[in-house]
């Protein structure tokens, strides 16, 4: 992305700050890190937060630059800090080593979350991610970063994203006080509104403004509304995605 597109999306979230959705609508900017200075200044005035990304997109970085780049971010204006977990190392089971990073980067920094890359995991893996956090305390457990390419048998790339069995087993295995950030996948307003049911308090998607504009012609927005959710047998499988 360049500058301009970062631009681009930090007014579209001022946007409907001002719309009157600071409280439904874009809770947060998610920006790389040199980007936080811009972020600051687009959103000067507005409720929305700037959220820098850590080890991004797929935390290989050691743990000192990881703790480096967190502590800078939020020198620098941000405010939520979404760290990538070094996701090598939670396949190859080397907990300690997981846990000690993602305790070190929550002890520098407050309003800390942890991006889990889950389209590389399996349960086992996402199940042990959430205990870990939780008994750390971060604030926020995140599915993906929305790079999560996996190569195929036929040499074709793949990716889910958010699929709401694993965002029901985070949900489950997540401590009440963590929550839970769905990311890729999310694309529509009835994407979210079944996200939502399943006890998912944080959406990161693109699609936002078409999201908001469709939920404001179904009279769901400014006040709190009970809407009906139905989610599908085919929802409920093991292997439910969008």
């Known amino acids: 992305m360049t500058d301009d597109d970062v631009r681009q999306g930090l007014k579209v979230a001022r946007k409907y700050n001002h719309l009157g959705y600071s409280e439904y609508g874009m ?9 936080i200075p811009m972020a600051v200044e687009e959103l000067q005035g507005s409720s929305v937060l700037i959220c820098p990304v850590i080890g991004f ?4 970085s050691t743990t000192v630059v990881k703790v480096f780049e967190a502590e800078e971010a939020v020198k620098a204006g941000g405010k939520e800090i979404d760290m990538v977990i070094n996701v090598g190392k939670a396949l190859g089971g080397d907990w300690d080593y997981v846990e000690d990073e993602v305790r070190q980067i929550n002890d520098a920094v407050t309003k800390r979350g942890a991006i889990l890359k889950n ?12 205990e870990i ?6 604030a926020f457990i995140k599915t993906s970063t929305g790079y ?3 190569k195929q048998p ?10 709401l069995h694993h ?16 990311a890729g996948g999310v694309r529509t307003l009835d994407d979210l509104l079944k996200v939502r049911a399943i006890g998912v308090t944080r959406v990161g998607a693109t699609a936002g403004p078409a999201m908001l504009a469709e939920a404001e012609k179904r009279g769901i927005g400014h006040e ?7 989610l599908s047998p085919e929802d409920l499988k093991g292997s439910a995605a969008y």
């Open 27 to 35: 809770a947060t900017a998610c920006v790389k890190p040199y980007s």
């Open 119 to 130: 389209d590389y995991l399996k349960d086992e893996h996402v199940i042990k991610l959430c």
């Open 167 to 182: 965002l029901r087993l985070m949900r489950e295995h997540a401590a009440p006080s963590v929550q839970i950030k769905a």
């Open 154 to 163: 036929n040499g074709l790339y793949t990716y889910s994203g958010a699929t």
């Open 224 to 230: 709190p509304t009970t809407v009906q959710v139905t």
């Open 133 to 138: 956090c939780s008994k750390i305390g971060v």
């Open 57 to 60: 997109p797929h935390g290989n």
């Open 148 to 150: 999560g390419f996996v």
